[in-house]
């Protein structure tokens, strides 16, 4: 078995690596593991077992040489594969959600007059623009930990939120222009008068739901993954 120093320096080590801290948890417990079967299967020491397990995991836990020396916060070989399968993910469900929504609204075109389908998707872009900053308020202390803890990566997910920030005075510029004249042309583009008005303002609609749908599908994944990490977090140095 392992003892609490032996564990510090793995997990030292680990942190030298950059690792969002739900990855490095799990990546810690992998080494632990390997490092615990070679002590058992080999007459050997810590040190060894460490440097073998090190090894083992040097081509992961390497950093890009052509980005090293250029940037200080460089993530591994191993975080960017992770990282990049997670946002082709959270994009592709982004995608279909919004796909869905969106159609959903139009249907309502067939249904509905031009003031009551106006009234209905300004209702509609109005809960989308709504939602993630209801997310955000509504499990403010769990955000904020991000803040707290801002030396470090806490999860990959927390790079994402910042985009509720950015995104926010565009989608309300839009809602503020959607009733004098955007809803007109998407109801009209609906019932076969098509117009190039009504095509960029549908496709406006549905940049505006991808914004919100990835934002709080974001949120919640960053709210799960920062339940794993509330654990750990006694062992990190808080910024203030």
């Given at each position: 078995m392992m003892n609490e120093v032996q564990i510090w320096k793995v997990r030292n080590y680990l942190l030298s690596k950059n690792?969002?801290?739900d990855i490095l948890i799990e990546v810690e417990d992998h080494f632990i593991t390997q490092i615990t079967q070679i002590l058992q299967n080999e007459e050997t020491d810590f040190e060894n077992a460490f440097y073998k397990v090190k090894v083992l995991w040097e081509k992961e836990l390497s950093f890009?040489?052509?980005n090293i020396q250029f940037d200080l916060n460089d993530t591994t070989f191993f975080v960017k594969k992770i990282t990049g399968n997670l946002l082709k993910e959270n994009l592709k469900t982004t995608f279909l959600y919004s796909l869905c929504v969106i159609i959903f609204v139009l249907i309502f075109a067939y249904f509905l007059n031009e003031n009551s389908f106006g009234y209905f998707s300004l209702t509609c872009l109005i809960i989308a623009y709504l939602s993630p900053i209801f997310v955000h308020f509504k499990n403010r202390k769990d955000f904020l930990l991000a803040r707290h803890y801002?030396?470090?990566?806490?999860?990959y997910y927390q790079n994402h939120i910042l985009?509720?920030?950015a995104g926010g005075g565009v989608f309300s510029q839009a809602l503020f222009n959607y009733r004098s004249g955007m809803s007109s042309d998407i109801y009209?583009?609906?019932h076969g008068n098509f117009n190039?008005?009504?095509?960029w303002a549908i496709f406006c609609c549905f940049v505006l739901l991808f914004w919100a749908v990835f934002?709080?599908?974001?949120?919640?994944k960053y709210l799960i993954q920062i339940e794993f990490v509330k654990p750990y977090l006694k062992y990190l140095r808080a910024s203030f």
């Open positions: 690792l969002p801290i890009p040489k052509f801002d030396n470090y990566t806490l999860t985009i509720v920030a009209s583009t609906m190039w008005e009504g095509f934002n709080v599908i974001s949120q919640k």
